[in-house]
């Protein structure tokens, strides 16, 4: 993660907070999904996705949920009263069922100094449904809704490796938005759906591994970036 000597302070846009509530949020509907505002009635859908092994490998936990508890801790971050005004996490559902069977979303939508100060993207899909091309068709419609949201102006502080070598000089300490992603290095198959939805590979390392299990070893990352104008990115 970014270290307090790697930020460098930039003016910038982010989304005006708060987000609409769950309770206002559109669905949102492509050939073969809809991505809704979550609810409680996700619960058991929810911890049958957390109980993956093969999903949550690729998690900072590394570890399925213990019980049913653990996953309702999870869901609470993004429901009412303030955890859907704070984050922008939807349900993504198949259109001809109406079955979950994933998650995705921005569950920290900027200024948070102790990662890389911009919005971080993620997502989790039943590994029944792996292959089929859904978190693609599921991360252009969710970026083309982010996008969408009204921009109030921001003084923050990001990974210095995500501002392009001279680019705050010659632009008055003002840089597009970008939003990041983070994936483990051996997930190719989060890579590809990235690299295809317009995220640029900037940065690799390592670093101890937080996972259960894994303790005593070093775990590579790679982060992605997407910006809101098309800046190139230094690759590091």
């Not at 590394?62 to 704070?86: H, M, N, V, W, Y």
Request: with cysteine; charged share 25%; net charge negative.
């Amino acid at each position: 993660m970014a270290s307090s000597s790697n930020l460098i302070k930039v003016k910038t846009t982010l989304p005006q907070l708060p987000f609409l509530p769950n309770a206002d949020r559109k669905p949102i509907q492509t050939e073969r999904l809809i991505i809704r505002a979550l609810a409680q009635d996700d619960l058991h859908a929810l911890h049958q996705l957390r109980t993956q092994p093969e999903v949550m490998i690729f998690t900072r936990t590394g570890r399925i949920d213990g019980d049913l508890s653990e996953t309702q801790a999870r869901l609470d971050k993004f429901l009412p009263p303030t955890g859907d005004i704070e984050t922008y996490n939807m349900a993504v559902c198949l259109a001809a069922t109406g079955e979950m069977v994933g998650i995705g979303g921005v569950h920290n939508p900027g200024a948070c100094s102790d990662e890389f100060g911009w919005p971080e993207i993620g997502y989790q899909f039943n590994r029944e449904h792996w292959g089929r091309g859904y978190a693609t068709e599921f991360m252009r419609a969710f970026l083309e809704s982010w996008w969408a949201i009204p921009r109030a102006e921001a003084e923050i502080e990001v990974d210095l490796h995500t501002v392009p070598a001279g680019y705050l000089l010659e632009n008055g300490g003002r840089v597009p938005e970008m939003l990041v992603a983070v994936v483990d290095a051996v997930n190719m198959g989060s890579s590809r759906i990235l690299q295809k939805t317009g995220f640029e590979c900037y940065r690799e390392w390592k670093e101890p591994d937080s996972r259960a299990g894994f303790e005593g070893q070093d775990v590579a990352l790679v982060e992605y970036a997407f910006s809101s104008k098309g800046m190139k990115l230094d690759v590091q």
